[in-house]
């Protein structure tokens, strides 16, 4: 074996037989063929060995007072498990049963005394070259394990940087569109109330030339953390609409609930105390707010419930700002005196 790797780091085997004389004919033999070598005198000895140190091959004899070889074969590959070394079985049976059980207990191979040197020398390089193999195969696999957990990694972070929003961590306007498209089908199956609120911060353009970018960016943050903190289902879904734009999708949440949830965002976002002096209805940073609820069907489809909720914002916000409004569908929705939606 001429190669840099072998002498450097030549492979180190273990030959464990409870006869010294012979132990010393097989030291001769290996570390003539330029393999390291190390004994033991029985199988504990040999256990003992195995998990103290890495070896690349064991040459163990099946016959031996008190733990044989069988036993101490079997409880190599059980404590070792896939780093248990090739197993070359030294026996002077020669019946089919013991090899059959050489092999059942976990050897690689076996060879019979007396001892053809050329045929052990032939097996055990095969051995170590198996054992290398199987090594760099099982490297192998570790690093294609890496590159999956990597890809996967890297997977998530561009489902992330598509899915939702780098700034407030929401969900994005592509994510929310997707999202409200599976759940009006959903609901439109079941025949089950959707419902959509749409929330603009009022003078944004002024808060942000005011006060700074740094600053309009830390306001955006605050309030998508706010109504975070509202929703009152898992699968409601709270989204980053446009620059100074959230929407909620509540399904199975009927006008009512819709409106108590939008209720609660207003004051919530009022509670936080954000100064705008630049803001004509308020010292404090407020919400123009639209709710929509309706059931899905063919007669409404989901952009007409997004026209609908953007209407009523506009609507909020020609009428001073710092309100609610709930939008009117062309059918079976319309507000109550009080401005509830019902449907």
């Known amino acids: ?31 003539k063929e330029g393999y390291r070598f190390v004994e033991a005198c029985n199988g504990q ?49 020669h019946d089919h049963k013991s090899i059959h059980r050489a092999f059942e207990v976990g050897a690689t191979d076996y060879i019979t005394k007396p001892i053809d040197w050329e045929v052990l020398r032939q097996r055990v390089h095969r051995l170590i070259a198996y054992k290398g193999a199987m090594t760099e195969v099982r490297h192998k696999i570790q690093r294609e394990c890496q590159l999956t957990v990597q890809l996967e990694v890297v997977n998530r972070d561009l489902q992330s940087l598509a899915c939702f929003d780098k700034l407030t961590g929401l969900a994005n306007r592509r994510y929310f569109d997707e999202y409200l498209q599976r759940e009006w089908k959903r609901l439109e199956k079941v025949q089950l109330p959707l419902s959509l609120i749409l929330c603009e911060i009022d003078f944004f353009p002024a808060y942000n030339d005011q006060y700074g970018s740094q600053a309009g960016d830390e306001c955006l943050c605050q309030i998508a953390y706010t109504i975070s903190n509202c929703k009152r289902r898992a699968t409601d879904m709270i989204a980053r609409y446009e620059r100074e734009k959230f929407a909620i999708i509540l399904p199975k949440t009927d006008a009512e609930e819709a409106w108590l949830v939008a209720e609660t965002i207003q004051a919530s976002v009022k509670a936080l105390g954000i100064v705008h002096a630049a803001s004509t209805v308020s010292k404090f940073v407020t919400l123009s707010i639209g709710v929509v ?37 062309p059918s079976r929705f319309c507000p109550d005196p009080g401005g509830r939606c019902s449907l």
């Open 45 to 93: 000895h040999c256990l003992d060995i195995c998990q103290q140190q890495p070896l690349d091959m064991v040459l163990l004899d099946a016959m031996m007072p008190g733990m044989d070889g069988f036993a101490c074969c079997a409880k190599m590959r059980a404590i070792l498990g896939d780093d248990c070394p090739p197993v070359l079985m030294i026996t002077s049976l």
């Open 1 to 31: 074996m001429p190669n840099a790797d072998f002498q450097n780091n030549p492979p180190l085997i273990l030959v464990v037989d409870n006869e010294k004389a012979f132990r010393l004919v097989l030291q001769r033999a290996i570390e």
């Open 293 to 329: 609820s309706v059931i899905p069907s063919a007669k409404l489809s989901a952009s007409d419930l997004l026209t609908i909720a953007d209407s009523s914002v506009d609507q909020a916000k020609q009428e001073e700002c710092d309100r609610m409004i709930a939008g009117r569908s």
